[in-house]
């Protein structure tokens, strides 16, 4: 019932989503440890927006070479250090998007006076009042599919949590009917932060819902 009231454009579809998200994302994350619980030596992962390097740790431990990128250098720095002694995981200094190029990256606001707790929130997208307005930075951009495509093998696992920029990579994936040699993907969304994305994140899980190759969660953290 609350998967049908959540597309009510009305408090009741909103609060019907919020439920079901709490839901969806404490099944996402026992989804996740159950596909890592598989990898082996010679898997390869990809990380994007690996932050501090957390989930990118979870990853390297099982063994599997682990692709991370982070496009803040600050929190880059941060991410060399916690990976240092770590060998089959591979660093790269960039946000990733739908398209190649150089973007401004914007942090959140506060960010000067606790960078490791609001590090999590620097976005190439957002421009809302949780951001800084005027302080954002050049990172470079990589697109999705170049990642993918550059990998050369099939990729067990992929989480995205790139702060708003997973509506356009999955949205352009979805109208191109490109398959991806992925077998599992977990994508965090944002829509809470960004309310006009409901309707496409709507669309996306519909779609992914129809996927059999990858698995496609969009109920990450």
Not at 20 to 48: H, M, N, Q, S
Not at 143 to 166: H, P, Y
Request: aromatic fraction near 6%; charged fraction near 25%; hydrophobic fraction near 40%.
């Amino acid at each position: 019932m609350l998967d049908r009231v959540q597309y009510w454009p009305n408090a009741f579809g909103r609060s019907a989503g919020r439920k079901l998200d709490r839901r969806y994302k404490r099944r996402a994350e026992r989804d996740f440890r159950e596909v890592l619980a598989t990898l082996r030596p010679g898997d390869v992962c990809l990380d994007l927006g690996a932050n501090r390097g957390d989930i990118t740790r979870l990853m390297a431990a099982t063994g599997a070479t682990v692709h991370a990128y982070e496009p803040d250098p600050e929190t880059f720095a941060r991410l060399q250090t916690t990976c240092a002694s770590l060998a089959n995981v591979h660093l790269h200094q960039a946000a990733v998007g739908a398209q190649a190029g150089e973007v401004t990256l914007r942090r959140a606001a506060g960010y000067a006076g606790d960078p490791v707790g609001h590090s999590v929130g620097s976005s190439v997208r957002f421009t809302d009042v949780r951001m800084e307005q005027d302080q954002g930075i050049r990172v470079e951009q990589r697109a999705f599919a170049d990642i993918v495509a550059g990998i050369g093998s099939t990729l067990r696992l992929i989480k995205m949590d790139i702060e708003g920029s997973e509506i356009e990579v999955l949205t352009g994936l979805m109208q191109s009917g490109i398959e991806l040699d992925v077998d599992y993907l977990f994508v965090e969304t944002h829509q809470q932060h960004h309310p006009a994305d409901l309707s496409a994140v709507w669309q996306l899980r519909r779609w992914a819902a129809t996927q059999t190759r990858p698995d496609i969660n969009l109920h990450w953290r």
